[in-house]
C-alpha cells in the first residue's frame, strides 16, 4: 500500500525529471541525497552513506533518471524495511559507464526465493525499461545491488 505522502513524494520526482531534456549525473545524485535527507528522520541509528566518483559527466533521459531513483529507493525501503540494516552505502561511478552500487549489512534474503512482494520485480523491470544491467547478490551478511549502463556518446 501506498500512503498519501509516499504519493506525493512519487510525484514530484517525476515532475522534478520530466522538466529537463536530459539529467546529469551529478543532478541525480543530488536529487537522490535530498531524497534520503527526507527518509532518514525516520529511521534514527541507520547510517545511509552516498559516495560519488563523477569522472565524466553523464546525461540520462528523464525516464531513466526516474527509473534509476526508483531502483535506488526500492533497495533503501528494502534494507530499511525489510532487512533491518544498520548502514547503507550508495556509490555512484560514471566513466565510459554508469554503475551504481547499494550495499547493506542487513540480513539478507535468498536469491533464489525472494520474499514475498513486488519489489524485486519492480526493480528488475524498471532495470530492463531503462536499459540497465541488474545483479542482486545477497547473504546472511547483506545484499548488493549491481547497476550498470554503457554505451554513452561523449562529445
Not at 27 to 46: H, W
Not at 97 to 103: G, P
Request: glycine letters at 6%; charged letters at 20%.
Amino acid at each position: 500500500r501506498i500512503n498519501p505522502e509516499e504519493m506525493v513524494n512519487a510525484l514530484r520526482e517525476t515532475i522534478w525529471a520530466l522538466q529537463y531534456p536530459q539529467i546529469s549525473i551529478i543532478s541525480l545524485s543530488d536529487r537522490l541525497k535530498d531524497i534520503l535527507a527526507r527518509i532518514t528522520p525516520s529511521y534514527p541509528g541507520i547510517q545511509i552513506q552516498v559516495k560519488e566518483e563523477i569522472n565524466k559527466e553523464i546525461n540520462i533521459s528523464p525516464s531513466e533518471g526516474i527509473h534509476l531513483l526508483r531502483i535506488i529507493q526500492e533497495s533503501v525501503t528494502n534494507a530499511l524495511k525489510h532487512a533491518q540494516a544498520t548502514a547503507i552505502d550508495i556509490s555512484i561511478t560514471s566513466s565510459d559507464e554508469l554503475v551504481v552500487i547499494i550495499a547493506d549489512n542487513g540480513r539478507g534474503f535468498d536469491t533464489k526465493h525472494p520474499v514475498k512482494g513486488q519489489g524485486i520485480q519492480n526493480m528488475k523491470q524498471r532495470s530492463k525499461e531503462a536499459g540497465f544491467w541488474l545483479q542482486i547478490e545477497s547473504s546472511g551478511a547483506g545484499t548488493i545491488l549491481f547497476l550498470k549502463k554503457s554505451g554513452f556518446y561523449f562529445h
